[in-house]
């Protein structure tokens, strides 16, 4: 039977050491654990500030971030428009460009076809009178002997003929 039942003087000693230790702790270890608890509160909750302060300042970064964005983009955009703007002026101002050396190598590929023309139109003039000098000497059979003279000669009778054609087509 004292199986069942723990030993009395057992149970006194386990009740007095406990007693005395409580009473230990709670002069000394209680006031020193709670003491601490209390600091760690104190602790956690500054932190818990300090953590709270970064997230505004965060988030007061976050929204600056954005603003920051939003003109970029807008500076983006404007500059965008201004370059295409400039492309826009750029391409007019190079196409004037372009028909204005047209223009000159026209006038000049005009010019160049005029002076070959009137040069050509000489040439023919020349043989022709060349031609016509050979005909007329053996038509009369007589030879001029004076290059110039036939030269003046021929020279007459072209502007003749020409005012002749012009007079025509006027």
């Known amino acids: 039977m004292s199986l069942l039942l723990p030993d009395s003087g057992l149970l006194f000693w386990m009740l007095l050491s406990f007693g005395?230790?409580?009473?230990?702790?709670?002069?000394?270890?209680?006031?020193?654990?709670?003491?601490?608890v209390e600091n760690r509160?104190?602790?956690?909750?500054?932190?818990?500030?300090?953590?709270r302060e970064a997230n505004a300042q965060l988030s007061k970064l976050k929204e600056e971030s954005?603003?920051?964005?939003?003109?970029?983009n807008k500076e983006q955009g404007r500059i965008l428009r201004e370059a295409?703007?400039?492309?826009?002026?750029?391409?007019?101002?190079?196409?004037?460009?372009?028909?204005v050396a047209a223009q000159k190598e026209l006038d000049e590929?005009?010019?160049?076809?005029?002076?070959?023309?009137?040069?050509?139109?000489?040439?023919?003039?020349?043989?022709?009178?060349?031609?016509s000098v050979d005909i007329a000497e053996k038509v009369i059979r007589k030879n001029l002997d004076d290059k110039d003279e036939q030269m003046?000669?021929?020279?007459?009778?072209?502007?003749?003929?020409?005012?002749?054609?012009?007079n025509k087509q006027n």
Do not use: C, N, W
């Open 20 to 36: 005395i230790v409580f009473v230990v702790l709670a002069k000394y270890g209680f006031p020193v654990i709670t003491k601490m």
């Open 41 to 51: 509160k104190t602790y956690i909750d500054q932190s818990m500030a300090v953590a």
């Open 66 to 72: 954005e603003q920051l964005v939003a003109a970029a």
């Open 84 to 99: 295409m703007h400039e492309r826009d002026k750029i391409i007019v101002e190079a196409r004037k460009q372009a028909e």
């Open 109 to 131: 590929v005009r010019r160049q076809i005029q002076l070959e023309k009137e040069e050509a139109i000489r040439d023919i003039r020349r043989q022709v009178a060349m031609l």
């Open 152 to 166: 003046g000669m021929i020279d007459r009778m072209l502007d003749e003929i020409l005012a002749a054609s012009r």
